[in-house]
């Protein structure tokens, strides 16, 4: 039996010539966006997604035939996409009578997984089928006084440091102010 | 152990902690403090959903590199205390992950870029923070072992690396070297002066000769590597020995960040730990000749 991440691999890849280009100009927006939105290159999206640079500039140059699901998807949520246009290339690939009821899979399994994904990001993991119980599963992962250590120091920290004018944004507070001043504006800044 | 280091599949779980370490990276790269709480807050939530091995000790690596980035800018913002108090908490997070996968007979997990970054706070905290912080966390000592573990550590991993890709074996190679250097730094204040020669042979040893043991080694040799860690290390003997003047200081910074640029036109390594923190560390040197000054025209 295949396992979760082969079905949806395998059923991803089965795609014509067609969508496969419509696959690639998908991934090409994804970019566009990444750099935009993120201002991340080509080596911070292999960095995010723990893949080589090279595996990345394969993939864009068409040179791949088989990307992973983790790949493709992974790419999508990089770029904040709805992993909709994924689900119209697969439709597309239904409509042409490749496959039904793999693709149906697809867009179920990534319906499934934008709904697990919801508000919090790291929910996207634990998949069904690697989940080894292990003695003391119930706990938390790292005892709750030692996250909150960790946690309550860096609010601490980060709120003291911003009361006391140091840190990022009081740091771009006082550049802006400077340049203010150089151009001879004064009170509030106003939005073009 | 080796497999921890090959990327072991661990579907969806791997790439979301992956996701986080890179907005981590480029938080801290943007000195965005906010943005690590922000992280650091997501992975609270995520917590009472990861309940299996391995995704267990996968998040606590995780917990911990971006608990000890937001330290390294807490740090670098002066929060001492509140960085202290990160790196002690990181600790027993690593402590509490090797009791319990002993507990369940699993393998002890190298955790290797967790322990350079943790001796680089240390060590970044240790030789700036008053004494009585001289064993906080860890002992100077100990901090110096640790370093030489994980850099033999970082050497074996990053062996195979070189041909298949060298940018990521020489990013890793220099945190470490970065780190090994605040370790020596650290030392150099609290241990015997045998002791810090010892380490920089060491350390030269390992990274090809960047170090050198005699203060004011600068002036009497006029034949110089260019390097960034050996400027900063001469500026730190000085410091340490209060003979640092803002004249020296000026000449000394100007050559180290020399250094940089050049290492950032001829590779594309990542420079951050040269970079991160540098501004507040020259602007506290600067002030602390400034004061000598002040104090050498009153007793005149």
Known sequence: MLTFHEQITKSLLELSDLDRQLLLDSIERCFDDIRRTRGWGMAEVALALGVHYDTLSKLRNGKIAKPSFDLVAGIHLLAEHSLDELLGISAKAARNGQSDQRLTLVENQIKGLMAMLGQVMIQVGIPAETETVAAGASDAPIPADLRQGVLGAAKAGSKKAAAEGRGRNAALRKRTAERDAQQGRTGRRKSA | ?300
Request: charged share 25%; with cysteine.
């Open chain 2, 1 to 300: 152990m080796e497999q921890y280091w090959t990327a072991e599949k661990l579907g969806n779980f791997k790439l979301a902690c992956n996701l986080i370490l890179a907005e981590c990276t480029t938080a801290f790269r943007a000195g965005n403090h906010h943005k690590i709480e922000e992280l650091l807050a997501r992975l609270e939530q995520a917590a009472p959903l990861v309940k299996a091995e391995p995704q267990r000790s996968t998040y606590e690596y995780t917990y911990c590199l971006v608990g000890l980035h937001m330290g390294i800018l807490l740090a670098g913002m002066g929060e001492f205390d509140y960085a202290f108090v990160i790196a002690h908490y990181v600790e027993a997070i690593r402590q509490y992950g090797r009791s319990r996968r002993q507990a369940l007979g699993l393998p002890m997990l190298p955790q290797t870029e967790v322990r350079y970054t943790l001796l680089n706070l240390l060590g970044d905290l240790k030789k700036q923070a008053s004494l009585e912080h001289r064993d906080a966390v860890l002992t100077p000592g100990q901090m110096w072992e640790e370093w030489k573990s994980a850099a033999t550590r970082a050497f074996e991993h990053t062996e195979p690396l070189l041909l298949k890709n060298p940018q990521r074996a020489h990013n890793v190679r220099h945190a470490v070297g970065w780190a090994g250097l605040q370790v020596i730094e650290c030392c150099t204040r609290f241990l015997p002066q045998a002791d810090a020669a010892r380490m920089v042979n060491h350390f030269n040893r390992r990274f090809g000769g960047h170090l050198a043991v005699a203060p004011w080694h600068f002036r009497d040799n006029p034949v110089l590597a260019n390097s960034a860690w050996y400027w900063d290390y001469e500026i730190y003997k000085l410091d340490f020995l209060g003979r640092l003047n803002l004249a020296t200081l000026e000449d000394l910074w100007a050559r180290r960040e020399a250094a940089i640029n050049q290492i950032a036109q001829e590779t594309d390594y990542d420079l951050r730990g040269f970079n991160s923190n540098a501004r507040r560390e020259y602007r506290v040197l600067a002030e602390k000749c400034k004061l000598q000054l002040i104090g050498v025209a009153r007793a005149s």
